[in-house]
């Protein structure tokens, strides 16, 4: 329970901006080469020097930097943790911390606002900003999540299955730790082309085919399992029906879609997340989502929580037989 007396500090606005702020300056980096004191500093930053000032006596109040002296600032262990590049504000960070500003329309319309702050729906901005695009590839992978090292556990095993297309799977890094893990198992890797690309530069492994295209087209037909992780809940219902067909559509009769993300139990508490506010999504309850795959011409036959902590949800076309 908050105390009363904590709200002010729930409200603090100005400490996570100036940690940003402090972020794209990369002003750990320049205390680092030496620029301790802060008209040095601000001019190796290239920013005011009494505004500066005031930012990293803010921080420092709050123990990120450290003032040895009047003027005279060092980095120390949190100062340290700034060098994430996802703080950025001119990257991929900006666009997300810009978007909580949209938050009181969001809830006003249940529709995203991003398009009123940087004049695109959001995968359109990305699509126009390739090195946003790419800080965002980098988020949902390894750089932004960890490495991923997936076990899912699906309802009839996996010696059966001998294909998988990852839908929407980014840069490939949870189809490649699959891989690893069940080799007798051919990987398809389903994105748009400016993300597949990056993939591919950043080399992919033998077993995967890249397949540059939106999951609002024809996928990949005739594999066994396909794949939606942190798909779903990008998007409202009318698109998730729409990617779930598409998935329905094009595996094999006996084969199945698992969908990590954008469901949770029915007793779980409603999130609230960047994605509902950058692309209008939404995490459906096992209930809500059950009747969407029927919309899409799927029976879900399996819903649990693994020994991960993932929640998975299996679904297949009615009349198909469980592996």
Not at 24 to 29: A, E, G, I, N, S
Not at 98 to 117: F, I, M, S
Not at 134 to 163: C, K, V
Not at 250 to 274: E, F, H, Q, W
Request: proline share 6%; glycine share 12%.
């Amino acid at each position: 329970m908050v105390e009363e007396d904590n709200v002010d500090q729930l409200l603090d606005l100005a400490t996570p901006w100036c940690l940003m702020v402090a972020a794209t300056l990369r002003l750990p980096d320049l205390i680092a080469a030496g620029h301790h004191d802060i008209a040095d500093l601000a001019a190796a930053a290239g920013c005011d020097r009494d505004a500066l000032h005031a930012v990293l006596d803010h921080l420092a109040g709050k123990g990120v930097f450290q003032q040895q002296a009047p003027g005279r600032f060092a980095a120390n262990r949190a100062a340290g943790r700034l060098n994430d590049r996802f703080l950025n504000l001119d990257g991929i960070g900006g666009r997300m911390a810009h978007t909580w500003g949209t938050l009181l329309d969001y809830v006003r319309t249940g529709q995203p606002a991003y398009e009123k702050v940087f004049g695109r729906p959001f995968w359109e901005d990305l699509a126009a900003h390739p090195d946003i695009g790419a800080d965002f590839d980098e988020l949902m992978g390894p750089a932004g999540h960890g490495t991923p090292d997936y076990d899912i556990e699906l309802a009839g095993g996996w010696d059966a299955i001998r294909a998988v297309v990852d839908v929407g799977g980014g840069t490939g890094a949870m189809l490649a730790s699959l891989l690893q893990r069940h080799p007798h198992v051919h990987g398809i890797l389903v994105d748009l082309p400016g993300t597949i690309a990056r993939a591919a530069e950043a080399g992919l492994a033998n077993d995967i085919t890249p397949r540059g295209q939106s999951f609002f087209g024809p996928l990949p037909p005739g594999a066994d399992l396909y794949l939606l992780k942190s798909v779903l809940n990008d998007w409202p219902d009318q698109q998730t029906v729409a990617i779930l067909r598409n998935c329905a559509q094009a595996v094999k009769p006996t084969g199945s879609i698992a969908i990590l993300g954008g469901v949770a139990p029915d007793d779980a508490p409603r999130s609230l997340g960047i994605d509902m506010l950058v692309a209008g999504g939404k995490t459906s309850t096992i209930t809500e989502f059950t009747e969407l795959a029927s919309q899409a011409g799927l029976d879900v036959i399996a819903a649990r929580t693994q020994a991960s902590g993932r929640y998975v949800v299996e679904c297949k076309a009615p009349g198909g037989q469980t592996r």
